[in-house]
């Protein structure tokens, strides 16, 4: 279990150890996911859960309390867990540093205790729970349950602090990396101290939650940066970018942070229509085309491609059959819709429409 919550940077990626296996991203992303992601609803529903949950009455027998799954601590435990755990399936980086680990944290914070691996069994479970009852059926509930409260409330200070460093991270990106920062005439290197001291105040210890060790859980080492902290990790993220000189820019189109891949990049790749699956790169490049280029023009040059190959079709039918030029149609045809959606660019049009020679 010592695999948990460990980042790795180098260069313009960043690894994250999930179960042993090394899930890569660019670097930013943990910081990008947690702009991202609306908290406020995550913080209401931990507190809704808490409250619910903190006035258990006495201990029970487990089927006995499971009689009424909706009275039950842990139930409404497992079901806030999953609630957590679908909010940030958007955000994979988040939900295998956050969501996915909290479980974990229970294993490595009571390692001995039954209600611990009990616990996490619900969560896993639901929405079922027969199977993990089944293996308990009889036992005193209160320690369960008090290790429900405990998780919950513990998942709330975190969402909680998460909210705050959303908040901060934005001033800090502002004032630092971003390539339109109003700091921009000061040189990269200089501008963190710029910031105001209460809220470089406020992360000057992060290191401390935060410890390099390797690991050798699958076939490879893993030498990282270890924290049960995600804030902490997500300002070493920061910091990381900053010694590196690292920029990052605001989306023109959706006004979000994210990582530029050169310094004419403006669009981010975050999918902007869920329906026709279009990031915010993808959408500007269709509306340049249309701006740019009229189908008109598209199609005018279909035309006179179409027509010269006709023409050719007469004129040596041998070297240019008919049939060919039929296929051709059919094929240019389907490239100017891709040009249409924006999944080829004009320069790919002219090519891909090109008449084959002989
Ligand atoms: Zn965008």
């Given at each position: 279990m010592n695999s948990l919550n460990a980042v790795q940077f180098d260069g313009k990626k960043e690894y994250v150890l999930v179960s042993g296996e090394k899930q890569s991203y660019s670097i930013g992303q943990i910081i990008f996911s947690i702009l991202d992601t609306d908290w406020e609803p995550l913080i209401s529903d931990a507190n809704k859960t808490s409250a619910m949950i903190m006035n258990f009455k006495g201990s029970v027998q487990m089927v006995k309390r499971m009689e009424a799954p909706l009275e039950s601590p842990y139930y409404l435990a497992a079901a806030f867990n999953s609630r957590l755990n679908s909010a940030l399936s958007s955000a994979p980086v988040l939900y295998y540093l956050f969501s996915s680990q909290a479980p974990a944290f229970f294993i490595r914070k009571y390692?001995?205790?039954?209600a611990s691996k009990i616990f996490i069994s619900f969560l896993k479970e639901y929405p079922s729970f027969e199977n993990t009852l089944n293996t308990c059926k009889s036992m005193p509930d209160e320690p369960l349950s008090f290790m429900s409260v405990q998780y919950v409330i513990s998942a709330a200070k975190a969402i909680k602090r998460i909210q705050q460093f959303k908040t901060d991270i934005e001033s800090i990106l502002n004032g630092t990396?971003?390539?339109?920062?109003?700091?921009?005439?000061?040189p990269l290197t200089e501008r963190?101290?710029?910031?105001p001291h209460e809220l470089r105040r406020r992360y000057e210890?992060?290191?401390?939650a935060v410890s390099v060790k390797c690991s050798l859980d699958s076939d490879s080492l893993f030498v990282g940066y270890y924290s049960e902290d995600i804030c902490s990790l997500a300002f070493l993220e920061f910091e990381y970018m900053y010694v590196n000189g690292i920029s990052v820019r605001k989306c023109e189109s959706c006004g979000r942070y994210f990582l530029p891949f050169s310094s004419l990049s403006r669009y981010c790749e975050r999918i902007a229509d869920d329906k026709r699956q279009k990031s915010c790169k993808d959408i500007a490049a269709i509306d340049k085309y249309n701006d740019k280029l009229s189908r008109n023009s598209a199609k005018k040059l279909y035309q006179q491609r179409s027509n010269a190959y006709q023409m050719r079709c007469s004129r040596s039918p041998s070297a240019f059959p008919r049939t060919e030029y039929e296929l051709w149609r059919e094929m240019a045809k389907k490239y100017i819709k891709a040009l249409e959606n924006g999944e080829i660019t004009e320069e790919q049009f002219d090519t891909a429409i090109q008449i084959p020679g002989r």
């Open positions: 390692p001995s205790d039954d990396l971003d390539t339109d920062s109003p700091n921009s005439s000061i963190y101290h710029t910031l210890r992060s290191d401390a």
